[in-house]
DNA sequence: CGGGATCCTTACTGATACTG
DNA sequence: CAGTATCAGTAAGGATCCCG
């Protein structure tokens, strides 16, 4: 394919922020967290741990490290018997809401197509 | 949080449609490959192999025929010598077209707020 | 050029048990 | 409840060589 220089560059670059995006959602269950968290706004760890179907304790405890760490959840714990704690969604994760909805859509959408066919 | 039975199950179905799609978007590289074929309609191979920096051929040919099991790639063998095979998007392929996007857009602007700061 | 086969290493993941 | 620690299996990924 022939295509302008510039055309190149913007492309390359277009693949490098993907990459970055990937880099931080990577794994088998950043995204599914963080749609859990999304769709109830808040959301304990052991309601997580039920919404996410199949997840280990020790796999959401350390997806969730991660994904603080990115700033994209915000972790605080509550002063109740016994602890409680509580995971959001911060402003910066709160941005990939546009993105869970478009894959839920198309989760749904593939469904149809490549199963129900 | 206290919800609605109905909202309950709208959450558990989104939930459900969101593994989907990562089911079939699954791995490392899936989502740069795609967006390789993507951003230049019709990529070859070794094109794609340069695209998606830092993959090997042995997993870019298994992710490449995972797509095409899940009919998101169309695989075209041109007879030329030595022969050439062209990926392109299919139909049901395009509509991720949408997230490659907000992926390529929301990479950019993470990267500002996490490495650049 | 576009892969497949092989070997090898590391990363991911799960099960279970345990702690504050 | 919200994790951590340990152990052990599986899968992902890389390097290299080979073939049509």
């Known amino acids: 394919m022939q295509c ?6 913007k ?3 277009e693949m490098m ?11 088998k269950w ?6 859990s968290i ?20 020790k796999m959401l405890s350390k997806e969730l490290k991660e994904l603080e760490m990115n700033q994209l959840v915000k972790r605080t714990v509550l002063d109740t018997q016994p602890i409680t704690v509580q995971y959001e969604l911060t402003e910066h994760g709160l941005t ?17 197509k490549i199963i129900g066919e």
């Open 4 to 9: 302008e220089p510039l055309q190149i560059d």
């Open 30 to 35: 950043k995204i599914s967290i963080i749609s």
């Open 96 to 112: 990939l809401k546009t993105i869970i909805n478009h894959l839920t859509d198309w989760g749904k959408e593939h469904r149809k």
């Open 38 to 57: 999304c769709y109830y706004n808040k959301r304990r760890f052991s309601d997580i741990l039920n919404d996410v179907a199949g997840i280990s304790n």
């Open 11 to 13: 492309h390359k670059k």
């Open 17 to 27: 922020a993907v990459q970055d995006s990937m880099d931080v959602l990577n794994g």
